[in-house]
């Protein structure tokens, strides 16, 4: 079972409001020649977007949901929701919790990626919620390749307005059953949640922990993860957490784990 890493102190979530200057953190490109093919070019598709695989310990039933590979000093993160990677309140960390990118009808064309250790805030583990449903994995190399040097990783903004353009990649079952990547794209704005923004998508299951994208180029597959999926509400709106400088913190302590 993968390690738990140290939650950082956040408790409570935030109003969907910027904590300091707005930032970034650059994508990056893979440094390992691709034996992945092409990309298909009737959908928006990125190396740098999986689908993830787990149990759930508190009923032993296997889930599915989305992530994306970050750039970090580490080479070997992925960042998706916190549901993702731990129950909640009154819940534990998930089991035999596997990545693979460019997930396509059972294709994997970089192989599977394990978890080695796990990340999340104390308030989504104690108290679920919505705004700190970010979860952050490390994963081990596969074959001596860490994860962003085989498929490239995201970059990383924080600290953005409420409403910005993004593009959403994820596995949503409600399109293609979940087996090829989806996208929506449009300004996001207040969610629905405290400490969320939101983005009429209506996405469904298996989408959570796909990300919301600033600056998505679609000849490379890369942006800038400014959310992730994390809940649709009776309405048709998608949620994410808002992207503060507690979500930046979070991911400079896993970055560097190897």
């Given at each position: 079972m993968?390690?738990p890493?140290?939650?950082?102190?956040?408790?409570?979530?935030p109003?969907?409001v910027?904590?300091g200057?707005a930032?970034?953190?650059?994508?990056v490109?893979?440094?390992?020649?691709?034996q992945?093919?092409?990309?298909?070019?009737?959908i928006t598709?990125s190396?740098?977007?999986?689908?993830?695989?787990?149990?759930?310990?508190s009923?032993?039933?296997?889930?599915?949901c989305?992530?994306s590979?970050?750039?970090?000093?580490?080479?070997q993160?992925?960042?998706t929701?916190?549901?993702c990677?731990?129950?909640?309140?009154?819940?534990?960390w998930?089991?035999?919790?596997?990545?693979?990118?460019?997930?396509?009808s059972?294709?994997?064309?970089f192989g599977?990626?394990?978890a080695?250790?796990?990340?999340?805030?104390n308030?989504w583990?104690?108290?679920?919620?919505?705004?700190?449903?970010?979860?952050?994995?490390?994963?081990w190399?596969?074959?001596g390749?860490?994860?962003v040097?085989?498929?490239?990783?995201?970059?990383?903004?924080?600290?953005?307005p409420?409403?910005?353009d993004?593009t959403?990649l994820?596995y949503?079952t409600?399109?293609?059953?979940?087996?090829?990547?989806?996208?929506c794209?449009?300004p996001?704005?207040?969610g629905?949640f405290s400490?969320?923004?939101g983005?009429?998508c209506?996405?469904?299951?298996?989408?959570?922990g796909?990300?919301?994208?600033?600056?998505f180029?679609d000849?490379?597959?890369i942006g800038?993860?400014n959310?992730?999926?994390?809940?649709i509400?009776?309405?048709?709106?998608n949620?994410?957490?808002y992207?503060?400088?507690?979500?930046?913190?979070m991911?400079?302590?896993?970055?560097?784990?190897?």
């Open positions: 993968p390690e890493g140290t939650p950082p102190a956040a408790s409570a979530a109003a969907a910027p904590t200057e930032g970034r953190i650059e994508p490109a893979p440094t390992v020649p691709s992945a093919g092409t990309r298909a070019p009737l598709e190396a740098e977007v999986g689908k993830v695989f787990f149990t759930d310990p009923d032993g039933k296997d889930y599915v989305s992530g590979a970050l750039n970090s000093p580490s080479k993160m992925v960042i929701a916190g549901s990677v731990h129950g909640g309140q009154g819940r534990t998930m089991t035999n919790w596997t990545y693979a990118p460019r997930y396509r059972g294709d994997r064309p599977t990626f394990a080695k250790q796990f990340r999340t805030f308030a583990m104690d108290s679920s919620a919505p705004g700190r449903d970010v979860g952050l994995v490390t994963t190399p596969l074959n390749t860490r994860l040097d085989a498929t490239g990783g995201q970059g990383l903004s924080w600290n953005y409420q409403k910005v993004v959403i994820d949503s409600d399109r293609s059953g979940g087996e090829i990547q989806q996208w794209t449009g996001t704005a207040q629905y400490g969320t923004i983005i009429y209506m996405f469904g299951g298996r989408a959570s796909g990300p919301w994208l600033q600056q180029d000849s490379s597959g800038y993860v959310g992730v999926m994390s809940a509400d009776c309405s048709g709106w949620q994410s957490p992207f503060d400088s507690a979500v930046k913190s991911v400079d302590a896993q970055g560097s784990v190897t």
